[in-house]
Each structure stands twice: as C-alpha cells, then as structure tokens.
C-alpha cells in the first residue's frame, strides 16, 4: 500500500528547480540563505546546542532556523543533496539528549515554525492543526481564545514544550493517567523524510497493508515488511510503533526524529465538559500513601485525571526553596511525611460534594488525617500545588549545580522507568531500600497513578556518581525482568541509548533498524539518537 501521500507544493520547490536557483555568492539555494549558517561560531549558537540534560555540544557544522514549511523543506533538500547528516531540534525542554547535535552534523532547529494553520470545528471530531515549533502553551492559549468549549488535555509538566517534540517523544505527564500520552490524541501528522520528500498521514487512513509499508518517492516503491514492534504493559516512550494493519502515523509518535522531521502536527480535542477539583494528602508514611493511591485508583466513580507521589525527602528539598506557595501547602504536613496529589474531575455541585465526600473516606481508609489536607477547585490552590510539585526537581538543579562547583563532572541521575499496578509497592521498596542503604542522596516522586517514578539520585562527588550509574543500570535489569520499561515518558534521546538493548531483544532492534533503513537509507537524521547503526 503506498501511503507517500504528500509530494512537493509546486513547481519551484523540485530539486531541479532548487538547484538551478543557487546564489552563486554563497553557493546556497536562494531559499535558505536566510534561514541557514555555516559553521558558525559556537558561542553565537550556543542556546542550540544543548538541551534540558545538560549536555551540550562542541560545535556545529551548520545551523538552520527555518520560519515557514518552504524554507524547512529548501533546507532539507539541500542536506539531502550534499548528503549531510542531520540533527533536528525544537523548544530543547527534553532531557535525553535527543536534541543535542554532534558537532560534524547539520543543525536544523524548528522552534521557529510556530503557529496554528486550522482549527476545524465543524468535523464530527474537532481538530487543531500547528507547525511543530508552537509550544504547548500557545496552542493552549489559542484554543482558549477561538475555541473555549474545546481543549488538549495533554499536560507533559513543560508548556513550553513543542508539539514536534512531543511527538516525536511520545510526551505523557500527570495528566497521562486518564487521557493517556501523546499518541492517544495525535489525529494526523506531516513528515519531512531524509530524502527532502514530504509526508501526510491522517490517523485512519493511511495504514499498513498487513505487515507491508510501501514508500514511493518517484523512482519506484520501495517496501519493508515488519513484524510487531512490543510495547511494555505500562506507559511507555521507548522506540518505534508498529503493529501489522495498523496506522503509519504511529510508527513517528516516539521516533526521536530518526525517521523524519515532523513539522505539522495534527491533535483532536475533545469537549470542555467539567470542572478541577485539586487534592493534595499528607500521610505518615509511604505505605499510607499507596494505600490511598489504590482506594482512588479502584474508585471508578471518581473522574480522577492525575495522581502524583512525593516522598519526604521532596517536601524537604521543596521547602528549601523558600517559596510561599511551597509553604501554603505543606502548612498542615507532620514532619518527615510524603504526600499524594490527584486531580478530579466533576460536572456540577452535588458531583463535586459527592467527590469530596468519597476522597474524604479514602483518605480515612488509608489511616490518613483529613486535616493535613489541602483542596479546592479554583485556579489559586492549583497555582500552588503545581509550583510545590515543580519545586522538587527545581531545587534539586540548584543542588547539584551547587556540588558542581567543586566537582565539574557531576550531574544527577534521574529514572524515568514504569512498572505495572501489581508492583507499585515492589519498585518502591527497590528503590528505597537500596538507595537507602548505599548512602545516596535521593528523592523519590512522580506519577504514581501509572506507577511512574522519577528517582533522582543527587551524588556529591565523582566516585557517588560512578555509584549511582551503577545502581540505574541494576534497576533498568529488574524492572524490565518484571515486565517494566526503561523510559516511560521522556524518550531514550543520546543518554540512555543503551537500555534500549535492556528493554528488547535483538531481533526487535534488528526490526528498528529495518524500519530506520527504509525511511532513511543514509543513517542521516539524527545520528547517535535513539538506535545505531
């Protein structure tokens, strides 16, 4: 089935044409000299060549800031041309290191695509349509100004987060327990592939014909025939998408750009039908708190939209902010207590009492305290629950940026891995028990409505760090034995390339590579990203 549905917009952008109109000063086709630096110095670059993990890049070979689709695609039909291997780049909010270039490669950076093309309104199922630099936050906002009935319940924590990379990451967030990740919400999308040819996909309709995906890109079909690519039973980032007779556009939602540069992005929305409830519990223990996750979790009268874990020692580095927000919600906290915050949804007052009422008995049931609790429905108590929860992973920065001071080669570690419900308890312990007894600095939060926590181990000095990868690697290996993942939401980027091969086997990264061969025979969109050669 040929699925290669997009081609080039009109006459002048066909190679032929593209060569034939270069600045013979520059040796640049005239529709990128704008747009396009070569090997440019690294310190006028240098907010491109590094991403949220804090890597970053030497040097570049050169940098595009293409503003509209006609000049991102003149670029990449030059790349293409010259054969160059290309890195591609958005907001750089991942932490990964997806978006960071290695300093031979061409740097293509889409943050400034921005802007809604179509907002559809009148389909059965309404659309939005963006250019793939639009960050979160302004397609949030557009939405909220032509469309207030409607909205995009993705919330991956960072509104300033491109929709091209949240695609291309498969981005999730608290949100994630009851409206799922990115891919759930993806409705179409357009793709520019190494070849410098464009792809639209439309969820739906353009799909596989069995295990076969033909590509036709004008000088005949090519096709690859791919078995299943196994997702974990658990929220997941990690690799291509494919399962026989189904949609192409999920071989792309989680690709790290390595199969094409996607620079439109098409989301469903869905009604804007209820109204937030906020809650946030301190307990005294963890165990209280998993028991109160559970009763929620099992509560199906409850539209419970999020359910996130702090342990004690996030309230300690929360509060060492100093912020009075931080202060407002852990007023009521007992010393050395964790805490659970959950969101719900509700459609009037008698849903919103009958809420309250429920939580209110499973908060007794799990031997809380209702008066070391915080709730409300307006936009002031979210304000400060979010700023508390966004103070943990704040403060932890400011720590090891301080201990980086005298030992340069610090960072801390940070997981990202999943498990299933049965074993929330178990990876908790795990974690606990063998941080604790390794002396690390450590704390332990994260969506724990999907089982999902971000532990972020804080070394001191070099020989703590060499200590803590060591200690990632160990539960990489358990969780995966039990049927975890290695990267739940934020991708496998450069970092953590090589818990790929601890999440599959070698004849399912063979059916990556094949999958990589037939969009990009070169091995040219982001190199060293993801999966190798």
Not at 410 to 427: N, Y
């Amino acid at each position: 089935m040929v699925w290669l549905t997009g081609d080039y917009y009109n006459s002048e952008t066909n190679m032929t044409g593209f060569l034939e109109a270069r600045d013979l000063t520059t040796g640049l086709g005239t529709g990128i000299a704008a747009c396009l630096r070569l090997a440019p110095d690294p310190g006028t670059v240098a907010e491109l060549l590094h991403d949220e993990s804090r890597t970053t890049a030497e040097a570049v070979a050169s940098v595009a800031e293409p503003a509209t689709l006609g000049e991102l695609r003149s670029v990449l039909r030059w790349h293409a041309a010259h054969g160059h291997r290309v890195t591609v780049s958005g907001a750089r909010t991942g932490v990964v290191g997806g978006a960071v270039p290695d300093a031979s490669t061409h740097l293509v950076s889409v943050a400034r695509l921005r802007g809604v093309v179509e907002l559809d309104l009148r389909s059965t199922t309404p659309t939005v349509r963006a250019l793939a630099g639009t960050t979160l936050r302004e397609l949030q906002a557009e939405l909220a100004a032509r469309a207030p009935d409607l909205s995009l319940p993705l919330d991956p924590t960072e509104t300033g987060a491109s929709v091209g990379g949240m695609v291309a990451t498969n981005a999730a967030g608290s949100r994630a327990f009851r409206f799922g990740s990115t891919r759930e919400w993806v409705a179409g999308l357009t793709v520019e592939l190494a070849s410098g040819r464009t792809l639209a996909l439309q969820r739906g309709i353009d799909r596989a014909d069995g295990d076969a995906l033909t590509l036709d890109e004008g000088s005949g079909p090519r096709t690859v025939h791919l078995p299943p690519i196994p997702k974990p039973r658990t929220k997941s980032s990690i690799g291509y998408g494919f399962a026989p007779g189904g949609d192409a556009v999920d071989l792309f939602i989680g690709s790290e750009g390595t199969l094409g540069i996607v620079s439109e992005v098409a989301f469903r929305l869905m009604p804007v039908d209820e109204s937030r409830l906020v809650f946030l519990q301190c307990l005294a223990s963890a165990e209280q708190a998993f028991a109160l996750v559970e009763t929620i979790r099992a509560d199906a009268a409850l539209r419970t939209t999020a359910l996130e874990f702090l342990d004690a020692r996030s309230h300690e580095l929360a509060r060492e902010t100093r912020k009075l927000e931080v202060e407002r919600v852990l007023a009521h906290a007992p010393a050395g207590s964790c805490s659970v915050f959950a969101e719900f949804g509700y459609h009037d007052e008698a849903a919103l009492e009958a809420a309250i009422a429920r939580v209110v008995g499973h908060v007794a049931a799990a031997g809380g305290d209702e008066a070391a609790g915080l709730a409300g429905v307006d936009d002031r108590v979210l304000h400060d629950i979010r700023t508390f929860r966004h103070a943990v992973p704040e403060r932890i920065n400011a720590t090891i940026a301080r201990r980086r001071e005298q030992h340069p080669a610090l960072h801390k570690i940070a997981t990202d891995m999943a498990v299933e419900d049965k074993d929330l308890r178990w990876v908790y312990d795990l974690y606990s028990s063998r941080l604790t007894a390794s002396g690390l600095d450590h704390a332990i939060f994260g969506h724990v409505g999907n089982n999902h926590f971000h532990v972020n181990i804080l070394p001191k000095d070099e020989a703590e760090l060499l200590r803590a990868k060591a200690i990632y690697a160990e539960f990489a290996r358990a969780l995966v034995a039990r049927g975890g993942c290695v990267s739940a939401e934020h991708g496998i980027g450069r970092i953590k390339k090589p818990f790929l091969a601890v999440q599959y086997d070698a004849a399912t990264l063979d059916t990556m590579r094949a999958a990589k061969r037939w969009l990009d025979p070169g091995w040219r969109l982001n190199p060293g990203v993801l999966i190798d050669p």
